[in-house]
């Protein structure tokens, strides 16, 4: 607060807009020139609904334990895994109630009338892409009263373009539910929104992925030092009692018998060690993959925000600390959860992409603040080193802002792009296998066991997106022997009501990944294959058996012939395809 007192001359002691004593405030950092949420939102929403629309399903877990029970709560049939034996009772029924309700509701408005179940599923897709940017917004705007407009821009920006939030942002995971409610969380610390905090993190570690409990300990410890243990408990006791209250009643009612998944869960993936139930069954990585995957879905913002705590250090020595005004607390209570985050992450021995879901605004924001410091010292270097002044200083960092982004963006959609230029046929090859066979079906003879058709599938079973994209009652998905000798899904029992087939304890499932050979379909049963022809695979090559026909082919990504630089970013010229077939009917084949 600031009290200025100014002469008046010859005027003194009469009223003067432009003299007497004024009383003004100093504004607080980007409370009049940071990002807006309505603009952050419309940036950061209209990436959200490209990736919706074109981005493929790089996880089989989204497909099979997601997309696929969607699909059996909403239409009635669908494939289960073993995660939803009751037996096991991994996963829980209460997260995808809360899609099939926006399912049904874009049903009755005309979206499955009009573009199928198809429509249906990319409707899904773009709530979830919108979901995904109003937590977004929210948080890149709030970002402005801690740091300034600048890094409220570059964040936005960054939330924006970057690739690991362009794959993720529309995801069904629920790492990416976590995602949201993690950001939510701090949105409400930010805003001194205490039980919101609180409620939202229990939400994400509860409904969403119970870990990422463990990114909010700070929030917790911080309020905790403010509020008081009385009110942390009373908060803490509500949140958990309305959420796992819901948790349980719903699960409970479809496992029928009493179940709380986060725990289960939690518990099976506590089980780490080498031939024990666990993450372990499913692959074991190096300790640099995070950092790996990280550097190419965020390019420059990852060592950025890796360097923050060195190059902070270094603008307290130089003097830059005074240009950018804020300290090391509110760097360490963004930055903190998210290195702490990536270190436990890299120890253990599984290790998936979408682990890392919960800290990406975070990474966004160090980096972010990590660009503005070090473009500080250097403006301060160049004043010190070559004497230049103040004027050139600011310009050098803001040229070295510009540039910083620039790179962060272009490397960004680079990535992007070559996700959906070179891995999004299968989206494409089960909508065109749809249509195909509604041109055909009505010349079929009908079939005495009921007009089913199967769609199998051999060692590209984990590209099948969902049977939303197979738009037509009649066709299933069915699975061939491959050189895959893990544990497949099974459809769900067709019973009278959805809690019978729920509740229902299958046969040949277990919880060691071991194969079920149950699983397979003959190949005479087959009325159309899906299947990536290579040179180098050991399956059969289905274009060359006799009795197939290849109806049409989509381009795909060879791996094996294209530069590693090629499989990663996009870059016109360099990057060899094989051909994606589609499939026919009856002794035909569908080949992508």
Request: aromatic letters at 12%; proline letters at 5%.
């Amino acid at each position: 607060m600031a009290v200025e007192g100014r002469s008046g001359g010859s005027d003194r002691g009469k009223p003067n807009p432009a003299a007497g004593f004024r009383v003004t405030r100093k504004r607080s950092r980007g409370s009049h020139s940071g990002i807006s949420f309505t603009t952050a939102f419309t940036v950061i929403v209209t990436a959200r609904l490209i990736s919706a629309a074109t981005n493929p399903i790089a996880d089989c877990d989204e497909s099979f334990n997601y997309w696929e029970p969607l699909h059996f709560l909403i239409y009635g049939w669908g494939m289960q895994t073993w995660e939803y034996d009751p037996r096991y009772a991994l996963r829980s029924y209460l997260y995808l109630f809360l899609h099939a309700a926006f399912g049904h509701l874009s049903a009755l408005l005309g979206v499955e009338a009009s573009l199928g179940r198809r429509g249906v599923f990319y409707a899904i897709r773009g709530m979830l892409g919108v979901l995904s940017a109003v937590a977004d917004a929210a948080f890149a705007s709030k970002v402005a009263t801690r740091f300034g407009p600048g890094v409220s821009r570059a964040t936005t920006l960054c939330l924006a373009v970057s690739a690991g939030l362009f794959n993720s942002g529309a995801s069904f995971l629920p790492q990416t539910f976590a995602r949201e409610m993690v950001t939510f969380s701090f949105v409400a610390w930010y805003s001194k929104s205490d039980m919101m905090a609180i409620f939202a993190m229990g939400l994400a570690s509860l409904v969403g992925w119970p870990f990422c409990v463990l990114v909010g300990a700070g929030i917790g410890l911080e309020i905790l030092r403010r509020r008081g243990v009385i009110f942390c408990m009373v908060t803490g006791v509500i949140s958990l009692a309305t959420i796992a209250g819901c948790l349980v009643a719903v699960d409970s009612a479809l496992y029928g018998r009493t179940v709380l998944a986060p725990v289960n869960i939690a518990v099976y993936n506590s089980r780490i060690d080498e031939g024990e139930k666990g993450g372990t069954l499913y692959g074991v990585e190096p300790w640099d993959f995070f950092f790996k995957n990280l550097t190419l879905n965020f390019s420059a913002l990852v060592p950025l925000a890796f360097a923050l705590p060195a190059t902070y250090f270094l603008s307290k020595m130089v003097g830059a600390s005074e240009d950018v005004g804020y300290g090391l607390g509110p760097i360490m209570a963004v930055g903190g959860p998210f290195w702490a985050w990536f270190g436990l992450m890299s120890c253990m021995p599984h290790k998936e992409e979408r682990f890392m879901y919960v800290c990406y605004p975070l990474l966004c924001l160090t980096g972010s603040i990590g660009l503005e410091v070090l473009c500080a010292v250097c403006g301060r270097l160049a004043m010190v080193l070559f004497g230049c002044g103040k004027g050139i200083a600011r310009q050098i960092k803001t040229l070295g802002w510009i540039l910083g982004l620039a790179v962060i963006t272009a490397c960004s959609m680079s990535r992007s792009f070559a996700m959906v230029h070179s891995y999004s046929a299968p989206l494409h090859a089960y909508a065109a296998l749809t249509n195909y066979h509604a041109q055909l079906s009505p010349k079929l003879p009908p079939r005495s066991g009921g007009n089913t058709y199967n769609v199998c599938v051999g060692k590209e079973w984990y590209r099948f997106p969902s049977h939303f994209l197979l738009d037509d009652k009649s066709l299933r998905l069915a699975f061939l022997k491959s050189g895959f000798d893990g544990q497949l899904p099974q459809m769900y029992l067709e019973m009278p009501s959805v809690l019978d087939a729920t509740s229902a304890v299958r046969d040949h499932f277990n919880d060691m990944n071991r194969e079920e050979p149950t699983r397979y379909t003959s190949e005479n049963e087959c009325d159309y294959v899906v299947d990536l022809e290579l040179s180098d695979q050991k399956e059969k090559e289905w274009s060359e058996q006799e009795g197939w026909k290849i109806v049409a082919d989509l381009p795909f990504l060879d791996a094996s012939k294209s530069p590693s630089l090629s499989r990663a970013f996009y870059i016109p010229g360099i990057i060899d395809y094989v051909k994606h077939r589609e499939a026919s009917i009856t002794n035909r084949i569908f080949l992508f």
